[in-house]
């Protein structure tokens, strides 16, 4: 199975901050990467398909790059509704796993 | 829009059996592929399962792999998983979510999700 390890597992952060969480995978899948939101008591949603697509209707601060084993998702301008856990996923072999998670959290 | 409603869950004993129901609305079921993802208590998401869009391919993940199998009935627009043996590191909230891609030979991403059902293994 390929493991996934996201970075941070969770930070403090500012509105108006730029946000960088990374998902590192064991081995190398391509552009086959997804980044998911969730916030408290809530499904999660998806936000980026295939490392950098960002799904209809997502805010463009949402942002995503990497292919191969290193992969990034940003968030230009944090604001108060971007405080969740953010999930990275391979879709490239499976099982279709999911990283740990990164919580943000408000400074 | 769409909306998938899950249902079956509930309290089960080590060893028990529960059958889970998605219920979809709002677009195509027949022409997408659907997966079961579970979130064990205050823990990260785990993917169980995936079936395609005309049920003639599913995938598990290893640790219910044997154990669950993933169902649907196109023609009530259900997806169903049938979970035996159970344990008590099953104990989660279980999703049904759509697949993003219509008409796809394999899964891809995890457009919609519904909100949920909790299963909880205890004696």
């Known amino acids: 199975d390929i493991q996934m390890t996201q970075s941070p597992s969770s930070l403090s952060a500012s509105v108006g901050d730029r946000v960088t969480i990374t998902c590192r995978t064991s081995q190398s899948i391509s552009n086959y990467l997804n980044w998911y939101q969730q916030k408290p008591g809530k499904a999660p949603k998806l936000l980026i398909f295939?490392?950098?697509s960002l799904r209809s209707g997502v805010p463009s601060k949402f942002s995503g790059s990497g292919s191969g084993t290193d992969f990034t998702l940003t968030i230009s301008s944090l604001q108060p509704e971007d405080f969740a856990t953010y999930y990275c996923q391979q879709s490239y072999s499976i099982p279709h796993t999911f990283g740990g998670g990164t919580n943000v959290e408000i400074k | 829009q769409v909306q998938l409603v899950e249902s079956g869950g509930g309290v089960v004993p080590p060893g028990g059996s529960l059958r889970l129901s998605c219920a979809a609305s709002?677009?195509?079921?027949?022409?997408?592929?659907m997966h079961w993802v579970r979130q064990a208590p205050v823990k990260g998401l785990e993917w169980v399962a995936f079936?395609?869009?005309?049920?003639?391919?599913?995938y598990y993940g290893d640790s219910v792999q044997g154990r669950f199998t993933i169902s649907r009935d196109n023609s009530k627009n259900t997806l169903y998983l049938q979970m035996n043996s159970l344990r008590t590191d099953d104990t989660a909230l279980y999703y049904c979510?759509?697949?993003?891609?219509?008409?796809?030979?394999?899964?891809?991403?995890?457009?919609?999700w519904g909100q949920g059902i909790l299963v909880t293994v205890s004696s």
């Open positions: 079936m395609r869009y005309d049920g003639s391919i599913h």
């Open positions: 979510a759509k697949d993003r891609l219509r008409a796809a030979p394999g899964p891809a991403s995890l457009a919609d």
């Open positions: 295939d490392a950098s």
């Open positions: 709002g677009f195509t079921f027949s022409s997408y592929g």
